[in-house]
């Protein structure tokens, strides 16, 4: 098992940034492949981001290339998601999930899911 907490999450104004990290305990961290995906209201769950197991192959939503930014530290078990110039339209609870190895855009894919954190952008 992996057990994972988001944390970072808030109000922020357009134009903003955050950082949100993900702890992860449980298994073998620097196994797994870190993916991030969020969830506005009325909405399906939606692929951000995710990182390899070794950090080495890092995939973006083609809409979020630029502004966000993946990372993971394997000393410390926790992998980050950097956001910049954040826009409403960003706004959603985030989650991230970890699979074996290699990163994949779909969330099926994935085997253990944090809670979430909510990011609200004002306008």
């Known amino acids: 098992q992996v057990q994972l907490v988001e944390s970072g999450g808030g109000l922020v104004q357009a134009g903003g940034s955050l950082r949100l990290s993900c702890a992860a305990s449980?298994?073998?961290?620097?196994?797994?492949?870190m993916g991030w995906f969020r969830q506005a209201p009325g909405k399906e769950r939606e692929f951000v981001a995710a990182?390899?197991?070794?950090?080495?192959?890092?995939t973006y939503a083609d809409s979020l290339r630029g502004r966000f930014t993946n990372s993971r530290d394997n000393a410390k078990n926790t992998v980050y998601l950097q956001m910049t110039s954040l826009k409403p339209g960003d706004t959603a609870v985030y989650y991230c999930?970890?699979?074996?190895?290699?990163?994949?855009?779909?969330?099926?894919?994935?085997?253990?899911w944090g809670q979430g954190t909510q990011v609200t952008v004002a306008s």
């Open positions: 990182i390899s197991w070794s950090g080495g192959s890092i």
């Open positions: 999930a970890a699979r074996y190895r290699t990163n994949r855009y779909d969330p099926v894919d994935y085997d253990y």
């Open positions: 449980g298994r073998t961290f620097s196994s797994y492949a």
